[in-house]
C-alpha cells in the first residue's frame, strides 16, 4: 500500500473517547484551513461507528458550519437519532476550539430488492489512457500563484489516483466553456472489504474538484490562480450501488447555476463498468476578489 494512502488510513480510524464521542486528527490542506472532505468523511466514520453492521450508508446532508483548524484534533458527538426495523438515522456534530465547525446527518438501511434503474453512463476515455497527476500538474506551475502550489497539490493528492479527462480550470484561464468536468479516481492501493471504508474515501475525494464546473463557466482558474476565492458550503450525497474506492470511478460533474456569491455544483459518480454509484450535489462559495 503506498504510505500516503496508509496515512488517509490512518486519518479515518477515528480515537473513541467516550460512547458516541470520537476525535480525529487533521493534516496540512491546499489551504490555511482543515480540508472539507476529510471533516466529512471523518464524521460519517464516526456516525458509522454506532450503527449494526448490517446496515449500510445511503445518504448524508452537511453543512460547513466553520473553517477548521489543521493544528488541532476534531471531537465528533453522535446522537442517535433513530434506529428503525430498517433505517438508522445518526447526526454528528464536529467541534474544535468549543465550537461547531462541521454538522451532518447520515441515514443507514438494512439491504432489501426494489425497483431498480438508473441514468446511463456517459461517454469518458480509459482512465488509464490519461495523465496522472504527477505527469500532468508540473506543467502549470508557470500559470499558479506561487511555484510551491503544483508541489503542495502532489502531495495532497499521493492517496488518491486522480486523472482529469479534460483540462482543470486552471489549465485554461480565461477560457470560458460547458460547466461540465470529468475526473477518474481510486485509491492508490487496494482497501479491506468494509463497505464503510469505500463509502468514506468516495466521501472524501467529492469535496476535491465538485465546484470545478463553475469555475469552467467563467474562465476562472480557482484557489491556484489566486482568481477565485471559495470554500464548501453544504455537500449531499446519496449511494445508491456498491461499489469500490480501489477501482475506478467516474465523477461526472456539472454546475447548473452560479449566484450571489455562491456556486452550485452536481454529479453523478459511476463504476468503471457502468454503474451509478454515488450522485452528489454541493453548494460553495465562489467569490472574485476585490482589486486593491
Partial sequence: MHQ???????????????????????????????????????????AGRTVPGD???HSLHSYFLRAGDP??????TVDRIRDGRSFTTRRVVAVQH????????????TYEEGLDHQ??????????????????LPKYADVFRDPSVAERMLEAREAVDLRYVDEPPFGTVGQPREPRSQVWFRTNGKLVDDPLLHVCLATYVSDMTLLD??????????????DVVGASLDHAMWFHRPFR???????DQES???????????ARIYTQDGRLAISVIQEGVVRVPRAR
Avoid at 493544528?71 to 465528533?76: D, T
Avoid at 474506492?245 to 465523477?251: H, I, K, M, N, P
Avoid at 447548473?256 to 452536481?266: I, N, V
Fill in 119 to 136: 441514468a446511463d453512463m456517459p461517454s469518458a476515455p480509459d482512465p488509464e489512457t490519461l495523465p496522472t497527476a504527477a505527469e500532468s
Fill in 4 to 46: 500516503a494512502l496508509q496515512s488517509l488510513l490512518d486519518l479515518l480510524d477515528l480515537e473513541q473517547i467516550e460512547q458516541d464521542i470520537f476525535r480525529g486528527q487533521s493534516r496540512a490542506s491546499l489551504v490555511p484551513r482543515v480540508f472539507g472532505g476529510q471533516v466529512a468523511a471523518q464524521a460519517l466514520v464516526a
Fill in 256 to 266: 447548473p447555476s452560479s449566484s450571489g456569491g455562491r456556486g452550485l455544483g452536481q
Fill in 245 to 251: 474506492a480501489d477501482e475506478w470511478l467516474l465523477y
Fill in 71 to 76: 493544528g488541532a484534533p476534531i471531537v465528533y
Fill in 98 to 109: 468549543g465550537q461547531p465547525i462541521f454538522h451532518l446527518s447520515a441515514s443507514f438501511q
Fill in 55 to 57: 446496515r449500510h450508508a
Fill in 213 to 226: 464546473s463553475v469555475l469552467l463557466a467563467h474562465g476562472r482558474g480557482g484557489w491556484a490562480i489566486g
